[in-house]
């Protein structure tokens, strides 16, 4: 038998500056045929997962494109034309089964669904052939989505460090399916609920309650059940909580375990959104915490949403207040990082930090930070992460330069990375187990690689276009009235 297995990944922030060429898919991880293959048979990902699957079941793999990149502005329509055509292109050569590992909050310039044009796409040239999908925990899930695969599967975890297992889980689904021991059918929803991203770590309330009875739906008899908190800083209809539930030809019980779910989120509707505190007095507060290292997250400008990663908001506060023994992760500034590299190593420098990028959509232009200090390592910016999250994969932070003021450390990256795995700092020979202060551009996937560390984290509500703040932002395609843009 021969199987597609594919990766198109990008959750897009249609409020981010950050453009998304194909360059953008390239600087994190673009490949094609056999490269793709390799760069992810030894990955905790779920095309590691279907790669394995497959392999066992002696099946003929095709590996056609595997793309991902960093969360940020819409994607141009040239990267996604050349994704759904690799991957289109190698279904109309013929196949038994296809395995996709996206997103489920890619918008284009072409299309607001990615994932769903995608997938009509591919049951128009094969409108019987299996396809298992994996999502993200953040998908906006859509009609088009679920009406054109044959199960449909997401995370239960943020940091997302089920990958691997949620694509076994899926892939197995697909496998019993071909084989006639399974008959696939799902039922999906969603509730006009906006919940926030800052609210869905797993190990939180509510969102955790609800991954529980997911799983307990599983247990049950389920083949899959997921929740979905959304992406909610995607200006689509669609866009908001959702759950979706893979049965094995029961479809009454995938329907009432769906309504279960999603009549329990719209109770708690209240603790999906975050309650926000001056900025001066969370740093202030940080100051008298005498256990260490104490976490301060730059939550509004995470690029792991789509930030432009150089709002300089939150490390100025931290620099006024005179935070002692800080590390920070990261500072997106090319033109600083080649500015010391050409400095040199042990160099003093002063710079125009961060600041590079204008957010229109908040109606805030970028302000750089006047910092001085020294050159105090210099680096590639490449490291394989070790943690539990993304585990196997390269990180390519670009060029990549350590600026140490004195009483922080500053970790200057010319591509865009979210802080997940201890290899951002340690690559740079910081042990951020020693540090007083690390002040992440981060929301929850810090957790995956600090979480253990941190003996307090403090949420640092600065600016940038991953606000939780929703009088920042203007939504203008999402369905209406939704909570809690409107009192319901």
Same mark, same amino acid.
């Given at each position: 038998?021969?199987?597609?297995?594919?990766?198109?990944?990008?959750?897009?922030?249609?409020?981010?500056?950050?453009?998304?060429?194909?360059?953008?898919?390239?600087?994190?991880?673009?490949?094609?045929?056999?490269?793709?293959?390799?760069?992810?048979?030894?990955?905790?990902?779920?095309?590691?997962?279907? #790669?394995?699957? +497959?392999?066992? !079941? &002696?099946? %003929?793999? *095709?590996?056609?494109?595997?793309?991902? $990149? =960093?969360? @940020?502005?819409?994607?141009?329509?040239?990267?996604?034309?050349?994704?759904?055509?690799? #991957?289109?292109? +190698?279904?109309? !050569? &013929?196949? %038994?089964? *296809?395995?996709?590992?996206?997103?489920? $909050? =890619?918008? @284009?310039?072409?299309?607001?669904?990615?994932?769903?044009?995608?997938?009509?796409?591919?049951?128009?040239? +094969?409108?019987?052939?299996?396809?298992?999908?994996?999502?993200?925990?953040?998908?906006?899930?859509?009609?088009?989505?679920?009406?054109?695969?044959?199960?449909?599967?997401?995370?239960?975890?943020?940091?997302?460090?089920?990958?691997?297992?949620?694509?076994?889980?899926?892939?197995?689904?697909?496998?019993?399916?071909?084989?006639?021991?399974?008959?696939?059918?799902?039922?999906?929803?969603?509730?006009?609920?906006?919940?926030?991203?800052?609210?869905?770590?797993?190990?939180?309330?509510?969102?955790?309650?609800?991954?529980?009875?997911?799983?307990?739906?599983?247990?049950?008899?389920?083949?899959?059940?997921?929740?979905?908190?959304?992406?909610?800083?995607?200006?689509?209809?669609?866009?908001?909580?959702?759950?979706?539930?893979?049965?094995?030809?029961?479809?009454?019980?995938?329907?009432?375990?769906?309504?279960?779910?999603?009549?329990?989120?719209?109770?708690?509707?209240?603790?999906?959104?975050?309650?926000?505190?001056?900025?001066?007095?969370?740093?202030?507060?940080?100051?008298?915490?005498?256990?260490?290292?104490?976490?301060?997250?730059?939550?509004?400008?995470?690029?792991?949403?789509?930030?432009?990663?150089?709002?300089?908001?939150?490390?100025?506060?931290?620099?006024?207040?005179?935070?002692?023994?800080?590390?920070?992760?990261?500072?997106?500034?090319?033109?600083?990082?080649?500015?010391?590299?050409?400095?040199?190593?042990?160099?003093?420098?002063?710079?125009?930090?961060?600041?590079?990028?204008?957010?229109?959509?908040?109606?805030?232009?970028?302000?750089?930070?006047?910092?001085?200090?020294?050159?105090?390592?210099?680096?590639?910016?490449?490291?394989?992460?070790?943690?539990?999250?993304?585990?196997?994969?390269?990180?390519?932070?670009?060029?990549?330069?350590?600026?140490?003021?004195?009483?922080?450390?500053?970790?200057?990256?010319?591509?865009?990375?979210?802080?997940?795995?201890?290899?951002?700092?340690?690559?740079?020979?910081?042990?951020?187990?020693?540090?007083?202060?690390?002040?992440?551009?981060?929301?929850?996937?810090?957790?995956?690689?600090?979480?253990?560390?941190?003996?307090?984290?403090?949420?640092?509500?600065?600016?940038?276009?991953?606000?939780?703040?929703?009088?920042?932002?203007?939504?203008?395609?999402?369905?209406?009235?939704?909570?809690?843009?409107?009192?319901?």
């Amino acid at each position: 038998m021969r199987v597609v297995i594919a990766q198109m990944k990008h959750e897009t922030n249609t409020f981010s500056p950050v453009p998304t060429p194909w360059a953008r898919f390239e600087e994190w991880g673009a490949y094609f045929g056999e490269q793709a293959m390799l760069a992810y048979e030894d990955t905790a990902m779920p095309m590691g997962s279907y #790669i394995r699957l +497959a392999r066992d !079941a &002696g099946m %003929d793999i *095709v590996t056609p494109v595997a793309a991902e $990149a =960093m969360p @940020s502005g819409i994607v141009e329509a040239d990267a996604y034309q050349r994704i759904c055509d690799a #991957i289109c292109g +190698a279904v109309a !050569a &013929g196949c %038994d089964a *296809v395995m996709l590992d996206l997103h489920g $909050a =890619m918008v @284009s310039e072409t299309t607001p669904d990615g994932e769903g044009a995608l997938l009509e796409r591919i049951r128009s040239i +094969a409108p019987e052939v299996p396809i298992c999908v994996t999502c993200d925990l953040h998908a906006n899930l859509t009609e088009a989505m679920v009406a054109n695969c044959t199960a449909l599967i997401g995370y239960k975890t943020y940091p997302h460090i089920d990958m691997a297992q949620v694509g076994e889980q899926v892939g197995k689904i697909l496998l019993r399916a071909i084989e006639g021991e399974v008959t696939p059918v799902m039922a999906w929803g969603n509730r006009p609920l906006l919940a926030q991203t800052l609210r869905m770590g797993h190990e939180d309330q509510p969102m955790g309650g609800l991954l529980e009875m997911a799983r307990r739906a599983e247990s049950g008899g389920l083949l899959a059940m997921t929740v979905f908190g959304g992406f909610p800083l995607a200006d689509v209809e669609q866009a908001g909580l959702s759950a979706i539930a893979v049965a094995d030809g029961d479809t009454r019980a995938a329907r009432g375990a769906v309504d279960g779910i999603l009549d329990a989120a719209w109770a708690n509707r209240d603790q999906f959104l975050h309650r926000h505190r001056p900025l001066r007095e969370t740093v202030a507060h940080a100051k008298t915490l005498a256990e260490h290292p104490v976490i301060l997250l730059d939550h509004a400008d995470n690029v792991g949403s789509g930030g432009t990663e150089d709002v300089m908001t939150v490390i100025a506060e931290v620099m006024r207040q005179q935070l002692d023994d800080v590390a920070v992760a990261a500072v997106w500034d090319p033109e600083a990082a080649r500015i010391m590299r050409e400095a040199g190593l042990g160099a003093e420098v002063t710079l125009r930090l961060g600041g590079r990028t204008a957010m229109p959509s908040i109606g805030l232009g970028g302000q750089p930070l006047v910092v001085t200090g020294r050159v105090a390592r210099l680096s590639d910016g490449r490291f394989k992460v070790e943690g539990p999250m993304y585990t196997g994969v390269t990180v390519k932070m670009g060029p990549t330069a350590l600026l140490d003021t004195g009483r922080m450390q500053i970790v200057v990256v010319s591509r865009h990375h979210e802080p997940w795995d201890l290899g951002v700092f340690t690559s740079l020979g910081i042990d951020p187990a020693n540090k007083k202060y690390l002040l992440l551009k981060s929301r929850i996937h810090y957790r995956a690689g600090f979480g253990g560390l941190a003996r307090h984290t403090l949420h640092c509500d600065g600016e940038g276009v991953t606000t939780s703040d929703n009088d920042r932002l203007i939504f203008r395609n999402v369905r209406r009235p939704i909570f809690p843009l409107d009192a319901m």
